[in-house]
């Protein structure tokens, strides 16, 4: 059974000219994840060490064993929306024995041939799962743009809404949102001046470097990421005592894995116009596997992330290398370039994750999508919006069933 999953040499690039197109992608994906990989892991109430130890082994295992040569894999914004109330009740400690339990469930849904079924999730569905996970993600920046300790609560709209209250009664700090400004305009503006490059200079690398470059410069108070250790995360064993309670919250993990996984790797076809699609089963086995070893070496549950995927694609990637070679890369700046990391501005993370949620968004795509029949549009809308003030996973439930109702009404087989 588990041979079946194994990688095979025809999967990896063997010209010259192929290792060198996985490699110059690895790199250009690697410098795009790394704000990401720090961003998410301190917007889910980890640390900056865990958000990249996750992008470099989960990284690295689900490229490995995963069932897309295009997809990337690590932390995301959609995961972090589950694990904030858990860390927040549990603290980090319960990770370990959590990414195990869901780990363990996304390996048993590739066992019984699942990833088939997960993945015929309506269009109409994903994309308002896109657009809610995209909201979201913007409003677990309000802390960091604000500096300021975020508000109670473990919905994303009810959190917001009190870190702004918090901060209107502290006086706003101006420097903060000045920060968080400057790094969009920098991320919006460069690719302008980027057209004449001979090569390829991610936006968002480049408003990190110049921001934290001016606030070292000037002295500018702000709050940055702080001290990561020049590791990839050390053994933590799985303590299984609040087994109860972290079975909901793992089951939601497992199935969140899945679905954005899937998503992913379903939408990297698409881009690459692949004759042969990726293996769904054997993905999930790569997304478990990955989810495992990230969780108990200090970092979390992980999944394949469409934006990085995306870029590994554009990049023109051609074989699961290029996605390995990003994990590498990663794990060259951690061991060597930790200490220069530690000063990035929080504030500016913040600002790069709100222009990633733009491009997530994709308020012109969005707009077409409202414009096809009214049933999509309809599953579109309530999908997003159920994401965003209940949860994603009964977010996507309420999509699909909401879609089988329209189709069904449709078809004339209900009675209006």
């Known amino acids: 059974m588990f041979f079946s999953f194994w990688p095979h040499l025809n999967e990896f690039s063997r010209t010259r000219k192929d290792l060198t197109s996985d490699l110059i992608a690895g790199i250009t994906v690697a410098i795009v994840a790394l704000p990401l990989a720090i961003g998410f892991g301190i917007t889910s109430g980890m640390s900056a060490a865990a958000g990249l130890t996750t992008a470099i082994i989960a990284g690295f295992l689900a490229a490995l064993f995963g069932g897309s040569k295009f997809q990337v894999s690590g932390p995301t914004g959609a995961m972090t929306v589950i694990l904030i109330p858990v860390i927040q009740k549990y603290g980090p400690e319960a990770i370990p024995a959590l990414g ?59 959190v917001a809404w009190h870190t702004i209250q918090n901060a209107l009664d502290a006086g706003l700090n101006t420097t903060s949102l000045l920060v968080v400004a400057s790094t969009l305009i920098i991320k919006f503006n460069f690719p302008r001046f980027a057209k004449s490059l001979p090569f390829h200079i991610p936006a968002s690398f480049v408003s990190l470097l110049i921001i934290s470059l001016l606030v070292k410069i000037f002295s500018i108070d702000v709050v940055t990421i702080g ?98 070679f990003h994990a590498l890369v990663l794990l060259l700046i951690a061991l060597i370039a930790a200490p220069l990391v530690s000063y990035i501005p929080t504030a500016a993370i913040a600002g790069v994750l709100l222009g990633t949620s733009y491009r997530i968004l994709n308020p012109s795509s969005i707009m077409e999508s409202l414009r096809t029949t009214k049933p999509e549009a309809a599953t579109l809308l309530v999908t997003a919006v159920s994401v965003l003030a209940i949860d994603l996973i009964w977010g996507m439930a309420i999509g699909i069933a909401l879609h089988l109702i329209l189709g069904r009404i449709k078809v004339g087989t209900w009675k209006a």
């Open 100 to 158: 195990v339990m869901a780990a363990v469930m996304v390996v048993l849904m590739a066992i019984f041939k699942l990833g088939a079924i997960i993945n015929r999730v309506p269009w109409a569905v994903v994309e308002g799962f896109t657009v809610g996970i995209a909201l979201v993600i913007s409003l677990q920046q309000i802390p960091l743009a604000l500096g300021i300790v975020k508000g109670e609560g473990d919905k994303s709209l009810p």
């Open 227 to 324: 001290a990561i250790p020049r590791s990839i995360g050390t053994y933590q064993t799985p303590t299984f005592s609040d087994f109860n309670n972290l079975l909901v919250p793992a089951l939601w993990i497992a199935l969140l894995a899945a679905v954005e996984s899937l998503l992913s790797a379903r939408v990297a076809d698409g881009m690459a116009k692949e004759e042969k699609h990726f293996e769904p089963n054997r993905e999930l086995f790569g997304q478990g596997v990955a989810t495992l070893a990230a969780s108990v070496m200090g970092g979390m549950p992980a999944t394949g992330a469409i934006a990085r995927t995306s870029v590994n694609v554009r990049s023109h990637a051609k074989s699961r290398l290029a996605s390995i």
